[in-house]
Each structure stands twice: as C-alpha cells, then as structure tokens.
C-alpha cells in the first residue's frame, strides 16, 4: 500500500484551543460545548480508559482530515470509531457477527475495539478506504458523556503527534495538541495506560492484531479459538501485514532505545556495561523495575513499576518513555520483561519502542 500524506496535513493552522479540566470545572457545561464543536466539524481530545484520543465526526470526511492534520498521520492508517450505545452499531457495520454480540455483551464498555464489514456511510478517510471498520465503546465516564454530547460516532486516534507515545495525562496531550485542535478535554491519568485490544471479526476464527487490556485469554473465554497476528511480539514483514498501523514505528522515545535480554543479572550487567561505554555527550537512561531498581547507579534511572504487577507497568510505561524524552535521555536501556498472557500488550508496545532491538 503506498504511504501517502493527506494534502492537507503540512502545515497545520494555529487553533485558539480551548482547555477544560474536568476535575475543576462545570462538567455539563464543559460536554455541551465540546459535543457542538463535534457537530460543527471540530476536533476535540478526550480521555479515555486506556489513552487520550483525538476525536472527529467519523461521518464527515471534512472532520476526519483535521485528525490526519493535527497528528500528522499518514492517511492509509484507519480510525477507530467510538460509540456510548450499541444501537449506534446499526448505522455503522453492514453486519454485527455473533462473536462479536458475544465479546460486545461480555466487554462493552471497555478497552475492546471490534473490526467489522463498515456501512456505505463510514467515509473512506476514516477506513483508509478498507472495507472494514473497527469500533469501540469506551468504558470511561467522561468519553461517555462526551460522546453522548456529541450525538455522532466519533473517529478518534490515540492524540499523540504521530510516531510519538500516547498520551495517558493531560500534561501528554497539551505537550503535543496545544493549538492543533479545537478544545481538549483533561480528566485523571488514563487508567490501563496503553490502547485498547483490535481484534478482526471478520476472520474466522478472529484474529488480535493489537494486544490490549482485554487479553487474548479474556477472548478466548468467550469465543474460544482465537488467532494472534504474529506481529504482536516480532517483527513483521510488509507483505504480512493486515492492520495498517502494525507497520509504522510507534511509541517511540526520541532517544535510542534498546532492550536487554537474559536474567536478571545478565539484563544488569549488559545495561550497566552499555551505560559506562557511552560518550560523555550521550546521556544514557536506564528502564528498570522495583525488584531490579538497585542494581544501576548510573544514567536516569526510572521503574517501570513491579514484575509482579503487569497492570501497573502498563499503566507506567508511555509515562517514562515521554519523561525520557523530557529529560534529554539519547540511549535508553530497558530491560525485557517475560511474555505472558498478562504482559503481552505491554511486551509489543515496549518491542515496538525499541524496534525490536535487543542486546
Ligand atoms: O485505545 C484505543 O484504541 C485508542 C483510544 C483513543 O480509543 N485509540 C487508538 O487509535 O489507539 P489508533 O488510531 O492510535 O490505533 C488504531 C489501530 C491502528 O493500529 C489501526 O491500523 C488499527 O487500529 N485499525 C483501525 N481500523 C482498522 C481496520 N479497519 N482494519 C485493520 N486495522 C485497523
Ligand atoms: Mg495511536
């Protein structure tokens, strides 16, 4: 598929963003104004459970380019479009698999986002002119109430600048939208901390392109037989790719990161090793856990919460990759974390951080 730019997306016009903070102001007052901007064909950042997303009309194609512009994203990726009641489905799929009222029933609301065969009124700019849509209902209150406002469904990246970490705080989002979009809607940190779980149904069985907080067992619970894109843990290869987005380098820190294998103390001595070789104009930064935390000494040493607790480093991990970047880090070592059930959305997004480079 070519990589191409909408036309519009260089350069992207100053916008008099305006900023609610949830926490401290009218809330009612704050969704009414935010769901006419919707309506108007503005764009709006909104939190989520799993991250902050950049939300449009998902019917107007005028509205959906402003997504493209203000990310800077490349327009052969599709959106995601968020729904607050399964009745909108109707207007949106051609069909809804049973599977798929089985996964709705079992993980609606919640960090779940289904493909399915779109309806003729998706724009194809939403779709990236696919014949499929991916659809999620999003369990956090304040992504209801906003999409409730906005009475449309809502195509809605995560709201980060293209390529960098998503968002999971409001401090993410003013770093990388101030000016780009109409308003920004801040509430507390995101709490699952990386994006939801794609899953295609309408592969049999179904296939998990994007590993997310409803796990691959949680699925197979419900459904039973699931396929897993082989590109959740590895590197795939262009012509292996079915989910647009697998093939860009996402979540990345600015410095280089790389990720330490083998146990524990191998992990310490190849990351300690790696930070005393460096020059004294890199500046080397270490991502370590609770258990391991005493073992560096050198660098900016952050944890990425405890080994025992995948949930927790999750919810940590685009925070320190960001903090890195604020903190002038050029060589970043991070040490592997085992694959499990648990940690596998965690383990692609952290893979994907380093691309794939290990030592
Ligand atoms: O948690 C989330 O899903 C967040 C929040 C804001 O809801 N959104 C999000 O959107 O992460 P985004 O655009 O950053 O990631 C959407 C992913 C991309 O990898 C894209 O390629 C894939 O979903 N995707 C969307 N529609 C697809 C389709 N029809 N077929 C295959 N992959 C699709
Ligand atoms: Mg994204």
Request: hydrophobic share 40%; with cysteine; net charge negative.
């Amino acid at each position: 598929m070519p990589e191409q730019k909408p036309e519009n997306a260089q350069p992207v016009p100053e916008k008099d963003t305006q900023i609610f903070d949830l926490n401290a102001e009218d809330v009612k007052q704050a969704m009414a104004v935010c769901g006419k901007i919707i309506q108007d064909g503005g764009t709006v950042v909104f939190p989520t459970e799993t991250v902050y997303g950049l939300g449009a009309n998902a019917l107007s194609t005028d509205a959906v380019a402003q997504i493209y512009a203000a990310k800077g994203r490349p327009g052969d990726n599709p959106l995601i479009v968020h729904i607050y009641d399964t009745a909108q489905l109707k207007d949106l799929v051609a069909e809804v698999p049973d599977k798929a009222k089985k996964l709705a029933d079992a993980y609606w609301p919640g960090p779940l986002t289904m493909i399915m065969k779109r309806s003729d009124k998706i724009p194809d700019s939403v779709t990236a002119g696919l014949d499929t849509v991916g659809i999620r209902f999003p369990s956090h209150p304040m992504a209801h109430a906003f999409l409730e406002a906005s009475d449309r469904p809502v195509a809605a990246p995560s709201a980060n600048i293209s390529g960098r970490p998503s968002p999971t705080k409001g401090q993410h989002v003013l770093e990388d939208m101030l000016g780009k979009v109409d308003a920004i809607l801040i509430a507390d940190e995101s709490d699952v901390g990386l994006e939801s779980t794609v899953i295609d149904m309408t592969t049999e069985p179904p296939t998990v392109y994007r590993p997310g907080g409803i796990t691959v067992e949680d699925i197979k619970a419900v459904i039973g037989e699931v396929a897993v894109s082989p590109g959740a843990v590895k590197p795939v290869e262009l012509k292996e790719v079915r989910s647009p987005g697998m093939k860009y380098r996402h979540y990345a820190p600015k410095g280089k990161m790389v990720i330490a294998r083998g146990s524990l103390d191998e992990m310490a001595d190849k990351i300690n090793e790696g930070i005393r070789k460096l020059h004294p104009d890199q500046k080397g930064a270490i991502l370590a856990t609770d258990e391991t935390l005493d073992r560096y000494h050198k660098g900016i040493i952050l944890s990425l919460g405890s080994r025992k607790d995948p949930s927790e480093m999750s919810h940590k991990l685009f925070d320190c990759l960001r903090a890195f970047d604020d903190l002038g880090a050029t060589d970043i070592f991070a040490e592997d974390i085992p694959v499990t059930n648990d940690t596998l959305a965690l383990i692609n997004r952290l893979y994907k951080a380093a691309g794939y480079t290990f030592i």
